[in-house]
T-cell receptor, first 112, second 115 residues
Framework: QQQVKQSPQSLIVQKGGISIINCAYE??????FPWYQQFPGKGPALLIA?????SEKKEGRFTISFNKSAKQFSLHIMDSQPGDSATYFC???????????FGKGTRLHILP | NAGVMQNPRHLVRRRGQEARLRCSPV?????VYWYRQLPEEGLKFMVY????????ESGMPKERFSAEFPKEGPSILRIQQVVRGDSAAYFC?????????????FGPGTRLTVL
């Protein structure tokens, strides 16, 4: 049973554009929502994360928007660069559990 | 300042053989997690271990799979009598303690191919 649904599966964006990846979750007990970036042949690396007590978190060109009532959150990459080309995973976890639940990933390609 | 190390990076096995995957956590981390990633899929949790203890194995297949994290040495994920469906990337992650489990650092993975 997939608990975190991610879309789109793949995304192509022009250099300098805004990349937007969306996720929806089902379990209202989730209280931590990280995003991971994975390059080919590498393990996922934590990019940015948010807790449900805030609606937005920004770190450099990366912003998470969080809508608790809709049970949705999204990653925005501003001024997208070719070096941002990677697979991005949204994820969720809860404090009383020890596992991170991952979405299926979005393969992002930034055109030079 | 070494991160999580996994070896081998690539492993090829024939059906019926055993696969042993090793994970050395970040120095000072005593909590290890194993995940499996099938092609075009996200990572799926398999097992969470502390030194000498299995804390949560709810994601482990009931048969053929086992994991350990001994007092000394790396964590080992063992797959007995491998089948083609076991072909995947296996990632290990570590965290310094239970409270920081959200801050898992991932290794580069072992890519298992079953012929």
């Amino acid at each position: 049973q997939q608990q975190v649904k991610q879309s789109p599966q793949s995304l192509i964006v022009q250099k300098g554009g805004i990349s937007i990846i969306n996720c929806a979750y089902e379990n209202t007990a989730f209280d931590y929502f990280p995003w991971y970036q994975q390059f080919p042949g590498k393990g996922p690396a934590l990019l940015i994360a948010i807790r449900p007590d805030v609606s937005e978190k920004k770190e450099g060109r990366f912003t998470i928007s969080f809508n608790k009532s809709a049970k949705q959150f999204s990653l925005h990459i501003m001024d997208s660069q070719p070096g941002d080309s990677a697979t991005y995973f949204c994820a969720a976890s809860m404090n009383r559990d020890d596992k991170i639940i991952f979405g299926k990933g979005t393969r992002l390609h930034i055109l030079p | 300042n070494a991160g999580v190390m996994q070896n081998p990076r690539h492993l090829v096995r024939r059906r019926g053989q055993e696969a042993r995957l090793r994970c050395s956590p970040v120095k000072g981390h005593s909590h290890v997690y194993w995940y499996r990633q099938l092609p075009e899929e996200g990572l799926k949790f398999m097992v969470y271990l502390q030194k000498e203890n299995i804390i949560d194995e709810s994601g482990m297949p009931k048969e053929r799979f086992s994991a350990e994290f001994p007092k000394e040495g790396p964590s080992i994920l063992r797959i007995q009598q491998v089948v083609r469906g076991d072909s995947a990337a296996y990632f290990c992650a570590s965290s310094p303690d239970r409270v920081s489990f959200n801050e898992q650092f991932f290794g580069p993975g072992t890519r298992l191919t079953v012929l």
